[in-house]
T-cell receptor
Framework: GAGVSQSPSNKVTEKGKDVELRCDPI?????LYWYRQSLGQGLEFLIY????????KSGLPSDRFSAERTGGSVSTLTIQRTQQEDSAVYLC?????????????FGPGTRLTVT | DQQVKQNSPSLSVQEGRISILNCDYT??????FLWYKKYPAEGPTFLIS?????DKNEDGRFTVFLNKSAKHLSLHIVPSQPGDSAVYFC?????????????FGEGTQLTVNP
């Protein structure tokens, strides 16, 4: 079956512009997670959804970052007024359900470059 | 505060030998641990996991050991193959309190030489 898909695969934007990153989870997975990996860093948690609710937004680095999930499926991560420090690979993952011992399946990521 | 640490940024092993990757954690609430493999320009791929109620889990060439008292886990790959060359991430989760969000180590670059 289809895995987690993300779009775009690469995004170059100018500082100050807004960007939207999209994640399409595996069908039937109710939990969806966003992470990012900055250059030379490990993966950093941003936010997760169980269904359409986001119980934990604690990883969002600033109020310029927001995310939503509609219909329990596709999620969009929005970064407003992008800064150079936002440059990173943004990874989305999904799993059967949050709060259980289920592995998370990752998409290929969106490489964001802010110039 | 780095709650999951992989102290070896890189490891080089000869084909056919054992690869041992190590991971330490500090948060005693973690009760589920996973290893992921990552190739360049791809997302991480799940390898193997272990619950805190176990001390060993095996899947083919991959075995994960958990030492809760030492807050240490390791991934053994035997025999190692050149296709195993990738970055390996250790991850941990506190299932009931955090929605299974993963906390990752910094990764270890494994190179298996033919």
């Amino acid at each position: 079956g289809a895995g987690v898909s993300q779009s775009p695969s690469n995004k170059v934007t100018e500082k100050g512009k807004d960007v939207e990153l999209r994640c399409d989870p595996i069908s039937g997975h109710t939990a969806l997670y966003w992470y990012r990996q900055s250059l030379g860093q490990g993966l950093e948690f941003l936010i997760y959804f169980q269904g359409n609710s986001a119980p934990d937004k604690s990883g969002l680095p600033s109020d310029r970052f927001s995310a939503e999930r509609t219909g329990g499926s596709v999620s969009t991560l929005t970064i407003q007024r992008t800064q150079q420090e936002d440059s990173a690979v943004y990874l989305c993952a999904s799993s059967l359900q949050a709060g259980g011992p289920y592995e998370q399946y990752f998409g290929p990521g969106t490489r964001l470059t802010v110039t | 505060d780095q709650q999951v640490k992989q102290n070896s940024p890189s490891l080089s092993v000869q084909e056919g030998r054992i690869s041992i990757l190590n991971c330490d954690y500090t948060n005693s609430m973690f009760d589920y641990f996973l290893w992921y493999k990552k190739y360049p320009a791809e997302g991480p791929t799940f390898l193997i996991s272990i619950s805190s109620i176990k001390d060993k889990n095996e899947d083919g060439r991959f075995t994960v050991f958990l030492n809760k008292s030492a807050k240490h886990l390791s991934l053994h790959i035997v025999p190692s193959q050149p296709g195993d060359s990738a970055v390996y991430f250790c991850a941990a989760s506190a299932l009931e309190t955090s929605g299974s969000r993963l906390t990752f180590g910094e990764g270890t670059q494994l190179t298996v030489n033919p």
